[in-house]
């Protein structure tokens, strides 16, 4: 058996990529200010990850124009919830490992 860390993704283990999908995994679809202002990142940066994602399949991006401002909205695919549930159990996996040491 390989060591749960095996498991982990290293598209989607990069805290901000975890936090992009996170957040995009709660809602129908989410606003490019909106995880700028929640995670912390400017907006060049936020497109980088967003890059990231989207080259993976895991995220797709919608554009619009609302009023006379250009609006990103973020949609987790469903490659994307896949890819975050098999992050978040190689996640507990480790957990799970670690407190079984602990005891």
């Not at 060591?3 to 490019?32: C, K, M, N, Y």
């Not at 940066?45 to 399949?57: S, T």
């Not at 987790?76 to 670690?98: K, M, N, P, Q, S």
């Amino acid at each position: 058996m390989t060591h749960p860390t095996g498991g982990l993704s290293d598209v989607v283990h990069q805290r901000h990529r975890l936090g992009i999908l996170t957040i995009a995994a709660e809602a129908t679809r989410v606003e490019f200010t909106y995880l700028k202002n929640a995670l912390e990142l400017t907006g060049g940066n936020l497109n980088r990850h967003l890059a990231v994602l989207e080259d993976a399949g895991m995220v797709a991006l919608e554009k619009a124009i609302e009023g006379r401002r250009p609006k990103t909205w973020v949609v987790i695919t469903r490659a994307g919830r896949g890819a975050l549930a098999a992050e978040i159990a190689a996640l507990e996996e480790l957990v799970r490992r670690h407190r079984a040491q602990q005891a």
